[in-house]
């Protein structure tokens, strides 16, 4: 039984303030859970609450938020089964009452959502992982490590891109996965350095250097996974996230680093060479999320040979997902708890995708905490696969650890998604 809900304002690892919720229930038992945000956001996502103080973290404070969570959620939620997951977060979409949760906020919304699962798994004596999945929940998936950073979440002075990943979906465990990860990764280091280039980071951990194409990333971490004695395809893919809707502008494609502006017929040319000429496995968002004729042609000109994700264009919301799936724009959603503000909706989001043949791609956000709440849904949900970051910098190293806690706790029961982790997998 919920005996408590606190909210308290913390850091994220931009430096700007979130909310992180501690419920505690009747038996003393406490669990607590914070809230990530976005850079590159969906206009469609679920509203952070912001105070908008300017006095206070240039108007991002949460007191407002962390108001709701005491005033609002906590009366009603007091005195409730903690294991009812439905129907707590059925509450506070009806307490809220609007379509994208800004009246409580997404952020206070989601704060109790998870912090009274972990909570409900304390009390079930269950890790988490367990706790959500069930006995069958035993598949680590393979880490998309965003080894370089562009586009927003390198304050534009890199690729117009904004994520190069890492897939090693050739190791046999998350473990070996992890190790290769962190090896490319300082390979690539070394590399940019005796290049001459930048080895900055930006907001997700990868590096950030000055670059005169959008191909150069994948080229450098090429040569970065050939140095660390691993074959380019066979061993470690690469998946892409150009988070095209920042560069999305009148209809066209604008692409700084290049010089050049594209319609969506060429962006999909574009796209269709970039993946002859190299080994993506995952293309996220390559169209915008206001251009749904882009993203069908897309689908119909590589859809059949890779997963195309959809970000920005479904924000983890069942109705839209729905609405994609029916017009075939995509075969893959990304699922971010935050987008849509529970966590039943998230595990709704997942299932819709995966009950029509559609993969989840499970993801951190470029403002993060050291919650790792992520990284055992996605064993429960069974994803195959998620992205959370550099193999470096806390907020994003400390789901991959957990991930390896996980693996290790489930021993000889444990298996890797692999090369099976994509809607298209990987021959
Ligand atoms: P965001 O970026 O968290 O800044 O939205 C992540 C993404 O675009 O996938
Ligand atoms: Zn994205």
């Not at 994520?163 to 990764?185: C, H």
């Not at 690539?188 to 951990?205: F, R």
């Not at 060479?273 to 190299?278: G, V």
């Not at 403002?367 to 994803?383: K, P, R, Y």
């Amino acid at each position: 039984t919920i005996n408590q809900l606190h909210a308290r304002e913390i850091l994220d690892s931009r430096g700007n303030p979130t909310i992180e919720v501690e419920c505690r229930l009747a038996d003393g038992l406490t669990a607590r859970a914070a809230v990530p945000s976005g850079a590159s956001t969906g206009q469609r996502e679920a509203a952070e609450l912001r105070d908008g103080d300017p006095a206070r973290f240039g108007g991002k404070g949460v007191k407002n938020a962390i108001k709701q969570v005491h005033e609002t959620i906590a009366p009603v939620l007091i005195g409730q089964d903690a294991r009812h997951q439905a129907a707590i977060d059925a509450m506070m979409i009806e307490l809220d009452g609007t379509e994208n949760k800004s009246k409580l906020g997404a952020n206070a919304i989601l704060g109790v959502s998870l912090a009274v699962a972990r909570a409900a798994a304390m009390a079930s004596g269950l890790p988490l992982f367990q706790y959500l999945g069930g006995p069958g929940a035993t598949r680590l998936p393979v880490p998309h490590m965003n080894i370089m950073n562009g586009g927003v979440h390198a304050h534009w002075q890199g690729a117009d891109f904004q994520e190069f990943m890492i897939a090693p979906y050739g190791a046999n465990t998350l473990r070996e996965a992890v190790e290769w990860g962190s090896e490319i990764y300082h390979a690539l280091q070394s590399l940019l350095q005796k290049k001459g280039l930048s080895v900055g980071v930006g907001d997700e951990g990868g590096f950030a250097p000055h670059v005169s194409s959008n191909k150069a990333p994948i080229e450098l971490i090429l040569e970065a996974i050939s140095t660390a004695g691993l074959r380019p395809g066979a061993d470690v893919g690469i998946a892409i996230d150009p988070a095209s809707s920042e560069f999305f502008k009148d209809g066209q494609y604008h692409l700084r680093a290049e010089n050049r502006t594209l319609d969506p017929a060429q962006m999909v040319e574009y796209y269709t060479r970039l993946i002859t000429d190299y080994p993506i496995a995952l293309l996220e968002d390559g169209m915008a999320e206001n251009d749904w004729s882009g993203w069908k042609q897309l689908n119909q000109a590589i859809g059949g040979q890779i997963e195309l994700v959809g970000d920005d264009i479904f924000c983890t919301n069942p109705a839209i997902i729905a609405k994609g799936i029916e017009e075939d724009i995509a075969n893959a959603v990304l699922i971010k708890l935050n987008q849509i503000g529970t966590l039943t909706e998230t595990i709704a989001a997942t299932r819709l995708a995966r009950d029509h043949g559609w993969g989840a791609f499970v993801s951190h956000r470029s403002g993060e905490t050291i919650d790792s709440f992520i990284a055992d849904m996605t064993v429960a949900l069974d994803t195959g696969h998620l992205k959370t970051g550099a193999p470096a910098r806390g907020e994003r190293v400390e789901k991959y650890n957990q991930l390896m806690r996980i693996e290790e706790a489930l021993g000889a029961a444990a298996s890797y998604a692999g090369k099976n982790a994509y809607v298209r997998p990987i021959r």
